[in-house]
């Protein structure tokens, strides 16, 4: 894990420009929002996630999350089907400000066609250059 401006970036995972990271377990890949993006959002205060079985589509929102700031759209890394929802970060959505690459995961998603889409993220090296680039 490498800090960009106070901001965490870990290995072993890819980005989206939305500000979402994907992990690929196996067969399916959990998804949250980046540090950068909490920090932004200052305090979360709710997060409405669809249900598992539901399905999820690359860029395209699939849920919000509100802050004492703003409310926010949360915009799919990858598509596929839903396997599971984080119910904490629904019953206690501070988790996404204290561990968003942890506790704080949204989905686990069964992806559709994760090879052609991961060509539209960041690995960890483009990630740094990305978030370097947000600071300024």
Excluded: C
Aim: glycine share 6%.
């Amino acid at each position: 894990m490498v800090k960009v401006d106070g901001y965490e970036v870990p290995e072993g995972l890819y980005y989206s420009k939305d500000f979402a990271w994907i992990k690929i377990e196996g067969d399916s890949v959990r998804m949250g929002i980046t540090d950068y993006a909490q920090k932004s959002l200052r305090e979360i205060v709710y997060a409405e996630l669809p249900s598992a079985g539901a399905t999820v589509k690359q860029n395209e929102p699939y849920g919000t999350l509100e802050s004492v700031k703003a409310v926010s759209d949360l915009v799919a890394a990858v598509s596929g089907t839903i396997e599971s929802v984080n119910e904490e970060a629904q019953s206690k959505p501070e988790i996404l400000n204290e561990d968003p690459y942890g506790k704080g995961w949204l989905l686990v998603v069964k992806p559709a066609n994760l090879q052609a889409e991961l060509a539209n993220l960041m690995d960890f090296a483009a990630a740094v250059e990305w978030h370097k680039n947000q600071a300024k």
